[in-house]
């Protein structure tokens, strides 16, 4: 007669080597989740700090076209640019840094753990590559790669919207305004931040670009 009990039969469980694997895959996507809802948030504060801007460009431009001309108030739009240069090329920075983080350190990390090669996310996808204007540089004339630069590249066109309304007002300031000292003094004023958005804005790019040629590289030397 068998008097074994059903209940006292055992399985034999998950070994302990498991169970590493599987709480260090489960803290891996935890920091992964937790960098790329920080990435989306910072693409959103970046969208609307450019659009923050342009709002108050638009007022300072309607401001001083109103019943009551005030010229000098365009010489504002240029310092305006450069607060919001600052902002964009900060979340820019970020963004890039927690881009680099998802795609290739959190790759190299899991595949290390798991031992094998996982499936590549959107990060460090061809397709990710196959976006912006590096591809779409390459088939245009060596000429016209600047304008081609500009027009389909997201941070230089956030660097023409930024100085082309500064440089605009600044201009249409020193036609309006009739005191020699004002128009001096606004002309130097919105030349430096003129001036010093651009740099912000253009090495931000740059280094936006340097990522983009490190991702290049990580996937060649991972034959992905």
């Known amino acids: 007669m068998d008097t074994t009990d059903p209940d006292d039969s055992t399985s034999p469980g998950p070994t302990s080597e498991a169970l590493t694997v ?4 489960t803290l891996l ?11 989306v948030h910072r693409i959103g504060q970046r969208d609307n700090a450019l659009l923050l801007f342009l709002a108050a460009a638009t007022a300072v431009f309607g401001a001083s076209f109103g019943d009551v001309s005030r010229p000098a108030l365009l010489f ?19 963004i890039g ?6 795609g290739m350190e959190v790759t190299d990390q899991a595949e290390k753990i798991l031992r094998t090669r996982i499936p590549d996310s959107w990060d460090t996808s061809a397709s990710l ?10 088939a245009r004339p060596r000429k016209g790669r600047w304008l081609s630069r500009l ?7 956030s660097l023409l919207l930024i100085v082309g309304p ?9 036609i ?8 001096l003094f606004g002309v130097i004023v919105d030349a430096v931040t003129a001036l010093w958005a651009m740099l912000l804005l253009w090495n931000s790019a740059n280094e936006r670009n340097e990522r983009r040629r490190k991702l290049e590289t990580w996937r060649r030397g991972t034959s992905r």
Request: hydrophobic residues 45%; glycine residues 10%.
């Open 22 to 25: 599987q709480i260090r895959m």
């Open 29 to 39: 996507g935890t920091y992964f989740q937790t960098a790329r809802d920080e990435l």
């Open 76 to 94: 504002s739009v240029a310092p305006l640019g450069l607060g919001a240069s600052f902002v964009l090329a900060q979340h820019n920075d970020a």
């Open 97 to 102: 840094a927690l881009g680099e983080y998802c």
């Open 129 to 138: 590559m196959a976006v912006g204007p590096r591809r779409l540089r390459s």
């Open 151 to 157: 027009s389909t590249d997201r941070l230089y066109a």
């Open 166 to 174: 500064g440089v605009a007002g600044a201009t249409i300031g020193v």
């Open 176 to 183: 309006m305004v009739h005191n020699w000292w004002a128009r």
